[in-house]
């Protein structure tokens, strides 16, 4: 074996090994196919020997790559690291799509405006390869400002409004309407809804789903209005007792909501699914241990993240992808209805 320098080795001391120019070794090290085979495991062979590591912001200005995908969640911190498990759900598909694909992800939080331009600012530095955007709230003027910038953006939710970069969804209207239906046919005769904010599609089309089940029955729409807390849910509970005291069921737009709900009712010397039934929205880890277990309709949270990893990255390689993929929702029936 040569002698080679001390310290840590770079593409000179790994070009010198191999017999080859530096040009060769950036250029199998970056992936190239336009090296002979026996060159390729000639300069392999002096990584492997070297211990050779490949500076990665070096390797990113001749790739043009960065092998980063930033997570955008406009939500305080807050929020996000809460007891809600679909962020932790989303991200783990996420993450675990990258791994696969050997990329990085990269959290960031962008709960106001001044965090907005903060990260375009970051993502303006060439930062990242890409964006994954989740949880938009009204006429978000952040994926617009990214996708100017150039950067491939990929969202978790249909936008409100025209949409003018991919999406991933579900079908959040057919399920709730499924599960009201189901109420329905179990005889319940007074059916209300914990409804989720109203500057969210999912929120907005839950809701949708919520009226559309009822429309044509003589039963009136009863709503109540959270934001996807647990707190909100029993408040929102309470309300309704308040309005409709002989309410015997209620669609809640999120199990977390659905568990604030479950408490309520409690509180309130209503059994449940004796006296109210409770449905709720999500399947996250809760709904398997709440009292009683959550009827509830499922979205495939981390297949939603695997694939809007796979979208990102298969619109940083330049390839054309679906506008919008609309997963579907199940009926997931246990003890509350």
Not at 166 to 172: A, E, G, K, L, R
Not at 305 to 331: K, N, S, W
């Amino acid at each position: 074996m040569q002698d080679t320098p001390p310290g840590r080795p770079t593409l000179e001391t790994v070009a010198r090994l191999a017999g080859v120019s530096r040009a060769t070794v950036s250029r199998v090290v970056n992936g190239s196919t336009a090296v002979k085979p026996g060159v390729r495991e000639a300069v392999a062979r002096a990584v492997r020997e070297l211990g050779y590591v490949p500076n990665p912001a070096a390797r990113s200005l001749v790739t043009q790559r960065t092998d980063v995908v930033a997570f955008v969640l406009p939500e305080p911190a807050t929020r996000v690291f809460s007891d809600d498990a679909f962020f932790p759900g989303v991200l783990r598909g996420v993450g675990e799509e990258l791994e696969a694909a050997d990329k990085q992800l990269l959290l960031l939080l962008a709960s106001a405006p001044s965090s907005h331009e903060r990260i375009l600012r970051y993502v303006h530095g060439r930062t990242v390869d890409g964006v994954v955007l989740a949880s938009l709230h009204g006429a978000d003027p952040l994926p617009a400002s990214l996708e100017a910038l150039g950067v491939p953006v990929v969202a978790s939710g249909r936008p409100l409004g025209p949409a003018t970069f991919p999406y991933i969804d579900v079908d959040h209207a057919g399920g709730v309407e499924a599960a009201v239906r189901y109420l329905l046919q179990r005889g319940r005769a007074r059916i209300a809804t914990i409804a989720g904010p109203q500057d969210m599609v999912a929120g907005i089309d839950r809701l949708a789903g919520y009226r559309a089940a009822l429309a044509g029955t003589d039963q009136e729409p009863l709503v109540a209005v959270g934001d996807f807390t647990r707190e909100s849910g029993m408040v929102a509970m309470r309300r309704l007792l308040q309005e409709e005291p002989g309410l015997d069921a209620v669609f809640v737009a999120s199990d977390l909501m659905a568990d604030g709900a479950l408490r309520a009712l409690r509180q309130a010397g209503r059994r449940v699914p004796d006296d109210v039934a409770v449905i709720g929205f999500d399947d996250v880890e809760i709904a398997r241990f709440t009292e009683p277990t959550l009827t509830t309709v499922r979205q495939p949270i981390a297949e939603i993240g695997r694939r809007l990893a796979r979208q990102v990255l298969r619109r940083a390689a330049g390839e054309d992808i679906e506008p919008a993929l609309v997963l579907p929702t199940e009926l997931v029936l246990r003890e509350s209805a």
